[in-house]
């Protein structure tokens, strides 16, 4: 089992940048598939990105192709979300998840609780 923990979320100006890390801890994140999701007020939650956890191959919803990236660091057990460009549309609570059971969007089995992301126009 592994516990999941989010950080770097905040507030930024549209245009500007964010990193979210997900730490793990219990299990390394190197043995599991891992992805990022989010959810706006009174929308469903939706899949943003998500990292191999052999190859590294990644995967990334087309709203947010091109301005974000996945990238992981087995060594700080850790995995990031880089958010270039942000758009208001882009406020949301963020969640790092891992071991989908159909890469990458469906049926992850470990979640984080969240940070928020603020991007004001």
């Known amino acids: 089992q592994v516990q999941l923990v989010e950080s770097g979320g905040g507030l930024v100006q549209a245009g500007g940048s964010l990193r979210l890390s997900c730490a793990a801890s219990g299990r390394t994140v190197s043995t599991y598939h891992m992805g990022w999701f989010r959810q706006a007020p009174g929308k469903e939650r939706e899949f943003v990105a998500a990292?191999?956890?052999?190859?590294?191959?990644?995967a990334v919803a087309a709203s947010v192709k091109g301005r974000f990236t996945v990238a992981r660091d087995n060594a700080k057990n850790t995995v990031y979300l880089q958010m270039n460009s942000l758009k208001s549309d882009d406020t949301a609570v963020y969640y790092c998840?891992?071991?989908?059971?159909?890469?990458?969007?469906?049926?992850?089995?470990?979640w984080g609780r969240g940070t928020q992301v603020t991007v004001s126009s």
């Open positions: 990292i191999k956890r052999n190859s590294g191959s990644t």
């Open positions: 998840a891992a071991d989908p059971r159909d890469w990458p969007q469906s049926g992850y089995n470990y």
